[in-house]
């Protein structure tokens, strides 16, 4: 199983509309969590990170993290055609040798002008 | 720098020969990262140093990677005897937080092994 799942969609949704981009991890004892938006042939950027329990907005921006279900979300609000991109969720999980950052294999948003 | 620069940012190397690819991180960035990012995948955790330490190379896929980070700034993965399921780009972040928070990532370089 691995550490950090995603659909990979693609997911498609119109100008305007909110996009809904969803992650679930496995490690229950993971504290630290973040979106990043990956642009075609570039690399990741990062967009946000949450670390409580409940919804963090940043602008069109919002995430969601609920502990108790292993589950973290991004939703995009007023979605433009500069949207369309892959969005990859990670966790930080500290085993005791270190930190490691799981990533999951990314979501690719198309937003229709 | 105003980033992470990374180089080269493309490599065609020759099944069986050694790579060295650099990364030069953000300055006064304590944490860097080495990811290595298969066509369709999300990024795959290499190796994480803290200043010069290597906390952890757990990802490394095989004895032929090695990285190093000699004075806690530039790093430089190294590939020995290169195979073809090498292939793939690869990429190093650094970040400002000892616990690899609020990471930005390099260019990447693309590695492609014939």
């Known amino acids: 199983q691995k550490e950090v799942e995603q659909n990979s969609g693609p997911l498609s949704v119109p100008e305007g509309a909110i996009a809904s981009l969803n992650c679930t991890y496995s490690?229950?004892?993971?504290?630290?969590f973040f979106w990043y938006r990956q642009y075609s042939g570039k690399s990741p950027e990062l967009i946000m990170f949450i670390y409580s329990n409940g919804d963090k907005e940043d602008g069109r921006f919002t995430a969601q993290l609920n502990k108790a279900s292993q589950y973290v979300s991004l939703l995009i609000r007023d979605s433009q055609p500069s949207d369309s991109a892959t969005y990859l969720c990670a966790v930080l999980s500290e085993p005791n040798t270190g930190n490691q950052f799981y990533f999951g294999t990314g979501t690719s948003l198309t937003v229709i002008p | 720098g105003a980033g992470v620069s990374q180089s080269p940012r493309y490599k065609v190397a020759k099944r069986g020969q050694d790579v060295a690819l650099r990364c030069d991180p953000i300055s006064g960035h304590v944490s860097l990262f080495w990811y290595q990012q298969a066509l369709g995948q999300g990024p795959e955790f290499l190796t994480y140093?803290?200043?010069?330490?290597?906390?952890?190379k757990s990802g490394l896929p095989s004895d032929r990677f090695f990285a190093e980070r000699p004075e806690g700034s530039v790093s430089t993965l190294k590939i020995q005897r290169t195979q073809q399921e090498d292939s793939a780009v690869y990429l190093c972040?650094?970040?400002?937080?000892?616990?690899?928070?609020?990471?930005?990532f390099g260019p990447g370089t693309r590695l492609l092994v014939l």
């Open positions: 490690d229950r004892g993971s504290q630290s």
């Open positions: 140093f803290q200043n010069e330490a290597q906390l952890d």
């Open positions: 972040a650094s970040s400002l937080f000892l616990r690899g928070e609020t990471q930005y």
